[in-house]
């Protein structure tokens, strides 16, 4: 998705990126990472760091590519993401939640003894992330998701 913006967010923000890469987003995320090696990812790739850390946001080479996330509760901190960068709603539902990559489209016939029965019975569109095989369907879970992201207005 060619001009969209990046990020990488910090250890203390691993349930907001996980939404974030709901909602659409390209967000890179290590749960253990250190400080140095994290701004060093981030500028190469051309990531704003989103972070919580009042030191980390004191570093020079940081001047301009960070946003700092104010909240503690994930939906707050959502909420002021989408504030500050927007949402685009067709990226919804694109990227895979535990690795980020895009997902790509999974013929049906391709997922049968990969998922539930019922599942595949039931639905009948499916995705399948490229890098970790994980693959996705629209079930009750993402319409709850639908809601909440809907919740956020754009």
Known sequence: ???????FADAML?????????????VSYESAIEDS????M?????????TRDTLLVKRKALRGRYFFVKYDLVFEQLRQVVSEFG?????????????????????KESVKEKVPSYVYSTQESFSICPSCKRIYWAGTHRQEMEKVLEAFGR
């Not at 998705?1 to 990020?7: C, P, Q």
């Not at 949402?87 to 013929?107: G, Q, S, W, Y």
């Open 1 to 7: 998705m060619e001009g969209e913006k990046k990020f």
């Open 87 to 107: 949402i685009d709603k067709e990226r919804r539902f694109t990227r895979c939640v535990r690795c980020n990559a895009l997902l790509e489209d999974a013929p």
């Open 14 to 26: 691993g349930r907001l990126a996980l939404w974030m890469r709901v909602a659409g987003y390209d």
């Open 42 to 50: 981030a500028l190469k790739e051309g990531r704003v760091i989103l």
């Open 37 to 40: 090696s994290l701004v060093k």
